[in-house]
């Protein structure tokens, strides 16, 4: 496996239930992003994980637990979602540090549908 | 407040026919602005990244410039295989948080 992959590509859940969105980073970065992207609406970020510790939760609601066990996988425990849930879920990842501009790099996303 | 504006929202080209895609900034102190494209359904696949105004970059028939307020994204001869929607995002100086505009959605015609 090369750069960042997610699990499952797709997901179908109902409002009652509860899954978890995977995302692993085969780069060697330091730190990990959730993203929700919605149609026709800028990506928004929802976390940001720098070697290990949460440095950024962008007001989610709590229905979306993001955790990190390491630098290299990043997980989202969802439950009791809303149908305005539904979107594309993207992980990234970068080498964040003092120099360079931290680019990141994404993985192929998670379509989620909550019906 | 950081801020990102593309313009146009969406572009149509005939094959061949050479444009530019905007990106309009606020930033409190810029870290780097970053370009990305993203096919449907697919992640955003890193471009380029630039660091300081008047500074440019080119990656086949791509070319991004970068002023003090805006960047260019400059497409020669574009090709179908270039359709897709491109993304400017801007970092600051300070924190994790990387701001992204809406896009700007490419149709190139055969």
């Known amino acids: 496996e090369t750069g960042v992959t997610q699990t499952p590509r797709h997901l179908v859940m109902g409002m009652t239930n509860k899954k978890s969105l995977k995302c692993e980073q085969h780069l060697g970065h330091n730190a990990m992003y959730w993203y929700k992207q919605s149609a026709k609406k800028p990506l928004e970020l929802m976390f940001v994980?720098?070697?290990?510790?949460?440095?950024e939760n962008n007001s989610v609601p709590s229905r979306f637990s993001p955790e990190c066990p390491n630098s290299s996988h990043l997980f989202l425990h969802l439950h009791t979602l809303q149908p305005e849930d539904s979107a594309l879920y993207l992980c990234a990842s970068s080498q964040a540090g003092t120099s360079g501009g931290n680019e990141q790099f994404f993985g192929p996303g998670t379509r989620l549908t909550v019906l | 407040e950081d801020q990102v504006t593309q313009s146009p929202e969406a572009l149509r080209l005939q094959e061949g026919e050479s444009s530019s895609l905007n990106c309009s900034y606020t930033v409190s102190g810029l870290r780097g602005l970053f370009w990305y494209r993203q096919d449907p359904g697919k992640g955003p696949e890193f471009l380029f990244t630039l660091y300081s105004a008047g500074e440019e970059k080119e990656k086949e028939r791509l070319k991004a410039t970068l002023t003090k307020k805006e960047s260019f994204l400059h497409i020669t001869a574009p090709k179908p295989e270039d359709s897709a929607t491109y993304l400017c995002?801007?970092?600051?100086?300070?924190?994790?948080?990387?701001?992204f505009g809406a896009g700007t959605r490419l149709f190139v015609k055969a």
């Open positions: 994980y720098n070697f290990k510790e949460q440095t």
């Open positions: 995002a801007v970092r600051n100086t300070g924190g994790f948080k990387t701001i």
